[in-house]
């Protein structure tokens, strides 16, 4: 399955994304417009991982 989180790079959306990727074979697609609360350093863990789109 396919998976479109909006806001990955948050607190929440991170915690999620890190979650899905860790307990399932889904892939996930990464929408974030990066403001303030955006911190792609919460995701360094798995942006190499290939069933992950930023």
């Known amino acids: ?13 991170s915690a999620l994304i890190r979650h899905i990727i860790k307990n399932t074979k889904d892939n996930i697609i990464n929408v974030d417009k990066l403001t303030y609360a955006g911190n792609l350093e919460s995701l360094a863990s798995i942006e190499q991982s ?5």
Do not use: P, Q, W
Request: aromatic share 16%; glycine share 22%; proline share 0%.
């Open 1 to 13: 399955m396919k998976i479109l989180v909006t806001g990955g790079a948050g607190f929440i959306g």
């Open 50 to 54: 290939d069933r992950y789109i930023f």
